[in-house]
């Protein structure tokens, strides 16, 4: 996952106006999306991952809760397909 800084220097307090404010606020929300999405999202199912789960997006990981087998969505050969590399 993308490391976010923990403080933001937004510089020469002095004259800073709402404008500028607003657009420092919306640059950190956006960073901040950009960060929180860019790591998968992981499932718990008791099947391998499924084909149709098109709905997932590439890189999305998939723990078969039966077989411990360990899933990542990685292709779409298909507009209702996906496939799935077997990572352990």
């Known amino acids: 996952m993308a490391k976010i800084p ?3 220097n937004v510089g020469d307090r002095s004259n800073l106006t709402v404008e500028r ?3 420092i606020l919306e640059d950190l929300y ?3 999306a950009i960060a929180v ?3 998968p999202d992981v499932y ?3 099947a391998d ?3 149709n789960a098109t709905y997932l997006s590439n890189g999305d990981l998939n723990v078969n809760t039966s077989t411990q087998k360990v899933e990542m969505l990685t292709s779409r050969p298909t507009s ?3 496939g799935w ?3 352990s």
């Open 37 to 39: 999405n860019r790591k």
């Open 85 to 87: 590399t077997t990572l």
């Open 49 to 51: 991952g499924l084909t």
């Open 21 to 23: 404010l607003l657009r």
């Open 44 to 46: 718990f199912t008791a």
């Open 6 to 8: 923990e403080y933001y």
């Open 80 to 82: 209702n397909t996906v």
């Open 30 to 32: 956006r960073d901040l």
